[in-house]
T-cell receptor, first 109, second 115 residues
């Protein structure tokens, strides 16, 4: 089975840095994805990790530790438009994606 | 721009009245997925097509069917919608080669309301 946990909600200030954690327990692991989803819209791809370590892409970075079943998404220089839900998804050996329920981030001025 | 397109964006149907949701893609991906996402919940995979091979998830109700007439199009048919089927339906695509899948790209979704 698959179990993916994320905090339900977070609030951070414009210009700050925020870290969104994701822990997972899966019967097989074939990569971890982060998606951003604005209310009422489709998820959009942010990042992908399959090996341990940090992947940086502009203001967004994602970290993976396979031995700990742990990942985080780091958002720097927060902007108001970053207010959204952030979904952690684990790809199983079947190639199917299993999503967490998402972390709703609110950026305040 | 290459993309995943879903029509309609909003669909209203009546309890028990069959409804079809449409997805098309210009990415030329060989895998197409359908997800159901209810409010404040994670997207849940219903089924996917790998080329012409249909792969149903074990807990997908029989009420949900899918068709893929060609590479570009995939349809979700709900034979007898119930109130519990009201949700956002997301189509996604990816490229799979030799058993390994790339990133999934999502369409904008169709929000289904059942009256």
């Amino acid at each position: 089975g698959q179990n993916i946990d994320q905090p339900t909600e977070m609030t951070a200030t414009e210009g700050a840095i925020v870290q969104i954690n994701c822990t997972y327990q899966t019967s097989g692991f074939n990569g971890l994805f982060w998606y951003q989803q604005h209310a009422g819209e489709a998820p959009t791809f942010l990042s992908y990790n399959v090996l341990d370590g940090l992947e940086e892409k502009g203001r967004f970075s994602s970290f993976l530790s396979r031995s700990k079943g742990y990942s985080y998404l780091l958002l720097k220089e927060l902007q108001m438009k970053d207010s959204a839900s952030y979904l952690c998804a684990v790809r199983a050996l079947s190639n199917n994606l299993f999503f967490g329920t998402g972390t709703r981030l609110t950026v305040i001025p | 721009d290459a993309m995943v397109i879903q029509n309609p964006r909003y669909q209203v149907t009546q309890f028990g009245k069959p409804v079809t949701l449409s997805c098309s893609q210009t990415l030329n991906h060989n895998v197409m997925y359908w997800y159901q996402q209810k409010s404040s919940q994670a997207p849940k995979l219903l089924f996917h097509y790998y080329d012409k091979d249909f792969n149903n998830e074990a807990d997908t109700p029989d009420n949900f069917q899918s068709r893929r007439p060609n590479t570009s199009f995939c349809f979700l048919d709900i034979r007898s919608p119930g109130l519990g089927d009201a949700a956002m339906y997301l189509c996604a695509t990816s490229w799979r080669d030799r058993g390994k899948s790339d990133t999934q790209y999502f369409g904008p979704g169709t929000r289904l309301t059942v009256l």
